[in-house]
């Protein structure tokens, strides 16, 4: 595996590749790496040529600065994990080379990025658009993998491509769980031990609440969820919506649309966790 932590280097490197026809696959994460961020990276190896990894945490993304400090940094376990799995490429920028000087562009995703994420995390949509954009002109990637934790996400960056006509395929990956249910997250690592045990809750709240679909409008719904975690202590709820799959709009009528999915984002231990499940 070749890691590279210069723009200049790494966009020489692929372009020999590009020369000798291989498609390049590629999985943009902030690194702690998991088995969720594996299974991205495993289906990116087996639909391209070559698979180009990025970490890089993201300073523009982060709402919160004591998030950004606290988020984990792990390069050394990182870097093994990608050599065990077959990784071509690392690109492992600083925030120098990424931004040698504040990028100021402005996106507007409209509605899609007025909610949920977007409305408790301010700027974090453009944060992410600005540097998936960045990343994209840089690997020029055939496709590009992100997973359906971070949905909303996965939905602003399908807009920012049709938005800049930008020639990459992205694919969305299902949720990877703990065999607890827990959805894998960098986070969960913050989680202490009282905590991480809890944590399982999250998942086990989702499953309970889509078996009570149809009989449940989506408010009922809503509020059934949050008296569920209301009655934890532990848990502070940051929102709890029902929205379509497409424009992560608020259904107010199962007959609204016919993909509809329930988003939840909680605190626990100070730790802000997001889980999602399809209703249908
Ligand atoms: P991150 O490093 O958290 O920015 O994540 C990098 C990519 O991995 C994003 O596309 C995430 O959606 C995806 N990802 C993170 N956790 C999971 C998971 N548990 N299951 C599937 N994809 C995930």
Redesign the pocket.
Known sequence: MIVSKQIAELKQLLRKERSNAKTIGF?????ALHP??L??MKQAKMENNILVVSIFVNPIQFNNPEDLKKYPRTFETDRQMLENIGCDFLFYPSAEEMYPEPDTSQYDFGALAACMEGEKRPGHFNGVAIVVRKLFEIVEPDKAY?????FQ?LAIIQALVRKLNMPVQVVS?????ETDGL????RNMRLSKEARQEAPFIYETLKRAITLFPTYSPEALKHWVAGQFENKETFKIDYIEIADTTELQAVHNWEDASGISLFVAVFLDEVRLIDNIRII
């Open positions: 999985v943009p994460t902030m690194g969720g961020h299974e991205l992100f997973g359906e934790k971070d996400q990956c299902p949720i990877v769980r959805a894998m997250s960098s």
